[in-house]
């Protein structure tokens, strides 16, 4: 049974007469999380996780009709259960599971396997259909423990403040920064940060989350301010004038593309840290596997490798094409940050 | 290993000049010795004997990882670097080694007469010992070619730098045939030692490129002009009675070019001459391609040496009866070098000649005629220049002529390498023959890096199929194709060979319909054929 589809609107349940992250404005759509490409403006109904509404608000503006639901909670259209599961990959982001009769289908959205912090343990869901994002879907990408990034990344401004230099970190304004922040609160006496990032990581402290305290970056604010801390930008500001005001600084961009030299070199980057929200290698294939689905697809990155290798494995699998942010989303991504302003 | 495998990583993350000297200057003031002069042997081409090779180091990592080799392909394409790629792939390692490169470096050199079997236990056992930066730079080690921008000349200023030693004696002392395995870094740069090494060449004088034309040189009757060729730079010295051959990538091609060896017998004692090898018939300069198939080769066949025979056409002398002349005139050593040539009288030792010209007009006018002398265009030198070492702004200048150009569409790209690794950076173009698209070359510079993002993209959207890691594109993006020379070829459907094929310019402005025919290029065949 197709309990879910691919159409050109989206991942749509026809049962049920809902979309999963449609990239056209549709009557009901049930949002993975909050980035730009998966939670896209325009829809009628929204239904997300409770901690992604407010983010789809500060995004898509206060007066969108959205539902929020908790993990595990079942929802009910026309006969279809839905329920979201944690994924892991920012704040808010969810698994969709879609039952129909006795037949599971889950959408993945974007997923990591290893547990950040603040963005809740990935679960895997048993079902028949897992339908799996692969941004990272190449043996090339294994993933260290958080926790050496973390050290090397101490390590890296410990000696750019030897250097005399202030450090200055490019990350996704949604969910990169924050895991940052939360696991770099110390690192530093002060910590600033641009706008983009600066907002929603106030929005997410006043809703509660363990966040620490950061400073705004405005015109205003004078040079004395980056001596010898860490200031975070999105990827966007990489060769705009606006990163001028820090120096002498050094340059550390991370993202799991970082991994091969090539794309760091690209970068002009001082430092690249491969630290992704996405699954690595080995968590894509242990996360599949945990489902027991008969059948997956893949989307989103490496997909036909993928989908491939899970098939010579003994996992049918087939790449579709979705209109999420394609393998460069966290390299090239102007448009999100500047809907994050 | 440690040590090198941080160097490598600052001087590849580096884009700044600075930076990376100041790493290279730490590392040769600090370093173990012999991992010093291995560093400076590596960084200016003098690799060590491949024991292992590509294929070898590939299967074994199928094997040790178990991944199907399609999907190993795809990695690989993806990384754009072999070593690199097996570096990710391997499980993690115990990063247990504390060996220096040296020994590192030893040990892949004694492997040369080992059975495979040996080859392949040692390589298993390095991987597991080294952690993933170390892997990366022992298998760069057995690939070679660690491209991260460190020029011959970065490693001369830090030597300078580390030895209080002037750049250009660092430049002499470092050329030459040396072997790591032989020397130390302190016979190296002990002059007694380097006066004894007979067959040292002295780095070359090169010329930028006059982009604006020559009104601004000043007087015509201060330069010399000559036609500039596509050849291979080199030098011949004659010293210690014995005769040798560079090019100027430092490499010594003496026994690739039996044709000076009379030049041997016929050069005075203590003789070096700066000038180009090429192919030559009839007074006239042969296509590159007949040079290049004697490049490649270590013996020369007798059929080679009729179908492509090299002359040296001179155009400098270095050094004259055994003293070093490169702060004289360049007047004077003219004069001499065209008095020895003369001399000489041997075809295989040729005069570059200088082209009388008035003014600046009449010289742009015989710059026109570039090509129909087999030439690329002109070289202007400073009559009073003395010969300096490396690339240098002022006295010389190369002033060559505007390329052949073809508006082509893209049919195929294909992933890069290095800094361009996971985009389309290599495309190949054809041009229409009636309702068909012809394929006529490959070109990959002359982008943008903006413009490169936006046909990576456009290529992810827009490729047809697939065959291994090449995609076909929808015939649609149109290009401006610029090169040197046109040569016939029956190598390549289009029935033509192009001379430095790149992109000039995306003419986004162009449809399709409009690009150049097979026609087009069969006439500039016609019109540019030697």
């Known amino acids: 049974m197709q309990v879910l589809q691919f159409t050109d609107k989206g991942i749509y349940c026809p049962a049920g007469d809902f979309y999963i992250d449609p990239w056209q404005p549709v009557e009901r759509a049930v949002i993975t999380h909050a980035h730009s490409d998966h939670a896209r403006y325009g829809s009628k109904h929204y239904l997300c996780h409770h901690d992604s509404v407010y983010l789809l608000q500060l995004r898509l503006g206060q007066d969108i009709s959205v539902q929020g639901a908790a993990f595990g909670e079942v929802i009910r259209y026309n006969g279809v259960s839905i329920s979201l599961h944690p994924a892991g990959h920012i704040i808010g982001s969810a698994q969709v599971r879609v039952q129909q009769g006795n037949e599971v289908w889950v959408f993945s959205g974007d997923y990591k396997v290893e547990n950040d912090g603040i963005s809740g343990q990935f679960e895997p869901v048993p079902c028949n259909t897992f339908i799996t994002e692969c941004t990272f879907g190449l043996p090339i990408y294994n993933w260290q423990p958080q926790a050496v990034i973390f050290s090397n990344i101490r390590q890296w401004v410990h000696d750019n403040q030897a250097a005399g230099k202030n450090s200055v970190i490019l990350g996704y304004s949604l969910g990169k920064a924050q895991r940052l ?118 989307t989103h990155g490496f997909s036909s490798a993928f989908a491939r290798y899970l098939t010579e494995n003994g996992i049918p699998a087939q790449e579709v094409k979705t209109e999420y942010g394609d393998t460069d989303e966290e390299l090239n991504i102007p448009e999100t940050t500047s809907n994050e302003q | 290993m440690k040590e090198f495998a941080t160097l490598i990583r600052i001087l590849s993350n580096s884009t700044k000049t600075n930076e990376k000297l100041d790493a290279l200057s730490k590392y040769m003031a600090t370093a173990d010795a012999a991992d010093r002069l291995w560093v400076l042997a590596l960084f200016t081409g003098r690799r060590p004997k491949r024991t292992v090779n590509a294929t070898q180091l590939s299967n074994w990592c ?122 130390t870094m302190e016979a190296l740069l002990n002059e007694n030692i380097t006066e004894a090494d007979a067959s040292k060449p002295f780095p070359f004088y090169l010329a930028y490129a006059l982009e604006t034309g020559p009104a601004e040189l000043g007087t015509p009757e201060q330069w010399q002009a000559e036609w500039k060729w596509d050849g291979i730079r080199g030098q011949i010295i004659k010293r210690n009675g014995q005769l040798f051959v560079w090019s100027r990538g430092e490499e010594l091609i003496t026994e690739k070019f039996p044709e000076y060896q009379p030049l041997l017998e016929l050069l005075p004692e203590g003789t070096v001459l700066d000038g180009e090898i090429l192919t030559y018939a009839n007074g006239f300069p042969l296509p590159f391609q007949t040079l290049q198939t004697r490049i490649g080769r270590k013996n020369v066949t007798r059929k080679q040496l009729q179908e492509a025979p090299v002359a040296f056409l001179s155009y400098d002398l270095l050094e004259w009866e055994g003293q070093d002349i490169r702060t004289t005139a360049l007047q004077e050593r003219r004069e001499l070098l065209e008095q020895l040539v003369e001399k000489i009288n041997h075809p295989a030792l040729r005069l570059s000649p200088a082209i009388t010209f008035h003014d600046w007009g009449e010289l742009a006018a015989f710059r026109l005629q570039a090509r129909e002398k087999g030439s690329e265009g002109l070289m202007l030198k400073k009559l009073d220049s003395a010969y300096q070492v490396g690339r240098k702004r002022g006295d010389w200048w190369k002033w060559k002529i505007d390329p052949l150009t073809i508006d082509a569409v893209m049919i195929y790209a294909q992933k890069g390498h290095g800094r361009r690794s996971n985009l389309y950076t290599d495309y190949t173009f054809a041009v229409r023959d009636g309702d068909q698209l012809v394929s006529f070359t490959k070109a990959y510079s002359g982008l943008t890096d903006k413009e490169i993002n936006e046909v990576d993209n456009w290529v992810k959207r827009n490729s047809l199929e697939k065959f291994g890691p090449v995609r076909t594109v929808k015939p649609e993006l149109v290009f401006e194709i610029g090169f040197e020379g046109i040569a016939a070829s029956n190598r390549h459907k289009s029935g033509v060979a192009l001379r430095f094929p790149r992109i000039l310019r995306w003419r986004k402005d162009k449809p399709v319909a409009e690009i150049n025919t097979l026609t087009d290029l069969q006439q500039l065949l016609q019109m540019h054929k030697q």
């Open chain 2, 62 to 183: 199928l094997q040790m990882t178990g991944l199907p080799a399609w999907l190993y392909e795809e990695c690989y394409h993806t990384v754009g670097d072999l070593a690199e790629t097996i570096a990710l792939l391997l499980p993690p390692g115990k990063s247990i080694s504390v060996h220096p490169l040296h020994y590192w470096i030893d040990q892949l050199i004694q492997l040369e007469k080992a059975e495979e079997t040996t080859k392949q236990t040692f390589i298993l056992k390095a991987w597991e010992e080294l952690d993933t930066s170390e892997r990366f730079v022992f298998n760069k080690l057995i690939t070679g070619g660690f491209r991260i921008g460190v020029s011959q000349k970065m490693m001369v200023n830090a030597l300078a730098d580390t030895y209080d030693i002037p750049a250009a004696t660092i430049s002499h002392m470092i050329s030459g045939n040396w072997d790591p395995q032989k020397t």
């Open chain 1, 181 to 298: 922040l939360y696991h770099l609160r110390d690192v530093t006496d002060q910590i600033w940060a641009h706008g983009a990032i600066y907002i929603p990581h106030q929005l997410l402290r006043e809703k509660g989350w363990d966040l620490p305290e950061i400073h705004r970056i405005t015109p205003e604010t004078p040079a004395s301010a980056y001596k010898n801390n860490l200031i975070i930008g999105p990827p966007s500001a990489a060769d705009t004038s606006w990163m001028r005001r820090f120096n002498p600084y050094a340059l550390g961009v991370c993202s799991g593309w970082m991994q091969v030299r090539g794309h760091m070199r690209r970068r002009n980057a001082d430092a690249g840290f491969a630290l992704s929200d996405h699954a690595d290698w080995t968590g894509l294939l242990q996360a599949v596997r945990a489902t027991g689905a008969e059948k997956v697809y893949t």
